[in-house]
């Protein structure tokens, strides 16, 4: 068995107000619109990750989501430009990245980062 994708499901009674932060700030692609689903990503070819966190590093709480992107400042201007919540960061981590936390539409935690 070789597994082909791993996708993270967010409940929410609002389906749609997923595209202003994913696709219009983030940039992806909207593959799927059922109504009461609607998946974002890229065409382009991911890596399958899951991890598994005992705190979220620096003394931050455990995000719900990470997405990587090629530029974090951008990122990061956008988010702001687009009126959502920085809640840490802009960090440069021991750990080689820089990320910063914000706050998707529906409350979940996303970790946003680039390696350095």
Known sequence: ????????NIETPDVA????FYQDVLGLDLLMDMGWIAT???????????SFM????SGTPVPD???EVDDVDAALDAMKS???????????EPWGVRR????????RLV????HR
Do not use: C, H, W
């Open 54 to 57: 005992a705190q979220g590093g």
């Open 1 to 8: 068995m070789k597994v082909g994708r791993i996708v993270a």
């Open 100 to 107: 910063f936390f914000v706050r998707d539409p529906f409350g």
């Open 65 to 67: 989501l990470s997405i």
């Open 17 to 20: 107000a997923a595209k202003r």
């Open 40 to 50: 974002y990503g890229s065409q382009n070819k991911m890596t399958i990750q899951v």
């Open 111 to 114: 970790n946003i980062l680039s």
């Open 82 to 92: 687009a009126g959502f919540t920085i809640e840490y960061g802009p960090a440069d």
